[in-house]
């Protein structure tokens, strides 16, 4: 059911209504030391919401404003209590990734906007993996954020009380994950009027999709474990349309779809989008083969990524082990069950991370949503050919999810399907 959350007083800003609002709050109007000269733009390419930048030469800050709708399509309602636990979001994980995040000013309860630092001169990472940009550090940071994120709102930090507490607190961000339900997990598997792909290319491999009912109980037993499991307090979102970077930096911003949920999620979604980003490069080539080298590091950033989370996950789960899940009392220093306990735990959550990653990639090129790894690849018969290679992957990841024992094995299968040979 869609819940109407439309405070009393609530519209949407106008870009002539922006400095009135900055200057009507002492936190947001100190960060100018002159506030006749701000420029305003209105500059949101989403899906869901207004962004805008607010600028002179002293500051410059971002606003971020929910519309009762979905911004890419005005007849979809949507909650704007979504800014709510986005702000949420920041607020709880802050105490350990802050450095990861844009510093936030302001949350408005009445208009439901979130006022932040605007990151310069960070990009948004899709766009510098289109244009072929190494982020060398980003593998050493997302890993810890990862870790640290995952960790730290799990039972194996917080005790139970202060979870549940947590969880409550998220537990009414239901339209937003309705949408990954619908959009994930359920439509691109089905005929739907907001399905899309690239046609006529992909049409065999979208039947085929419709048809598979072993792939379809997967994917149902996927939903099912989103819907239901509360591992640790996610993202919801974490693709890299969602993470801002430049060489040294990396930021994470857009959490409005956070909940408590499988922590493969997350990992899942950052690992596919790195997936997609690799078997879309040919499509960005000017000449043959001059993204080669690029391949290769998006694999390695892949595998340092899982190496680097995996090794400071466990860490964690050694040195601050105070939550009620595996009670201290029960095990001795050094228990061997307890090494192997955490290994199959590692094991599992690999195998999760797997299988939501597959089903990240097909949403993608057969659902409602696309990514421009893809999308601007203006000849459709190349891009249709790499989307069917993802696609390929993505499936093999589903349905043969336990083939993947390492990180090794999803870097292996991702060259096979990037050489194989396709006919469309
Ligand atoms: C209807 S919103 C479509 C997608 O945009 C967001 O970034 C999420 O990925 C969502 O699924
Ligand atoms: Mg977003």
């Known amino acids: 059911m869609v819940t109407r959350f439309k405070p009393n007083k609530y519209k949407p800003l106008k870009i002539n209504e922006l400095k009135k609002f900055i200057i009507s709050k002492r936190n947001l109007k100190k960060l100018f030391k002159n506030t006749s000269n701000l420029e305003v733009k209105e500059v949101g390419d989403g899906n869901l919401n207004l962004v805008f930048f607010i600028e002179n030469k002293h500051n410059s800050i971002c606003l971020k404003q929910p519309l009762p709708y979905l911004r890419v399509l005005k007849d979809w309602p949507l909650t704007l209590k979504r800014s709510y636990y986005e702000y949420e979001y920041f607020n709880t994980h802050k105490k350990y990734v ?28 899709r766009h510098g993996l289109i244009k072929g ?11 810890t954020y990862l870790a640290k994120t995952l960790f730290y709102t799990s ?24 949408i990954t ?11 739907n009027k907001n399905n899309r792909w690239t046609k006529p290319y992909l049409n065999k491999m979208k039947k085929k999709i419709e048809k598979d009912e072993k792939l379809k109980i997967i994917i149902s037993h996927l939903k099912l474990k989103f ?7 996610l993202h919801g979102d974490l693709h890299t349309g969602s993470i801002m970077v430049t060489t040294k930096d990396t930021k994470v911003i857009d959490p409005e779809f956070a909940f408590y ?5 997350d990992t899942g979604a950052l690992i596919a989008n790195l997936l997609m980003s690799f078997f879309s490069q040919t499509g960005h080539e000017k000449k043959f083969g001059e993204r080669k080298k690029y391949k290769k590091w998006l694999l390695e950033i892949i595998k340092t990524i899982w190496i680097k989370f995996e090794k400071k996950f466990l860490k964690l ?7 009620d899940a595996y009670p201290k009392v029960l095990f001795k220093k050094n228990s061997k069950k ?14 999760e991370t797997i299988s939501y990653a597959g089903a990240k990639i097909i949403r993608r090129i057969y659902g409602f949503a696309h990514n421009i790894d893809f999308e601007w690849i203006e000849n459709t018969k190349v891009r249709a050919n790499c989307e069917y290679k993802a696609s390929s992957l993505a499936i093999e990841m589903l349905k043969n999810t336990n083939s993947f024992k390492s990180i090794n094995d999803l870097i292996k299968a991702a060259k096979i399907n990037e050489n194989m040979k396709v006919k469309l």
């Open 181 to 191: 339900e619908d959009l994930i997990f359920t439509d691109p598997y089905a005929v």
């Open 155 to 178: 039972d194996l930090y917080l005790t139970a009380a202060s979870k549940k507490n947590l969880i409550s607190k998220f537990i009414s961000n239901t339209e937003l994950c309705k």
């Open 133 to 143: 940009i190494k982020y060398n550090n980003f593998a050493e940071s997302i890993s």
């Open 317 to 323: 789960w050694e040195t601050e082990n105070y939550g």
């Open 261 to 265: 949920g499988p922590m493969g999620f």
């Open 227 to 233: 819907m239901k499991n509360t591992d640790a307090l």
């Open 98 to 125: 802050k450095n990861h995040f844009p510093k936030i000013y302001d949350y408005d309860e009445v208009l439901r906007s979130i006022t932040m630092e605007k990151l310069s001169p960070h990009i948004i990472m």
């Open 338 to 351: 307890m090494i192997l306990e955490k290994k199959i735990y590692m094991q599992n959550l690999f195998e």
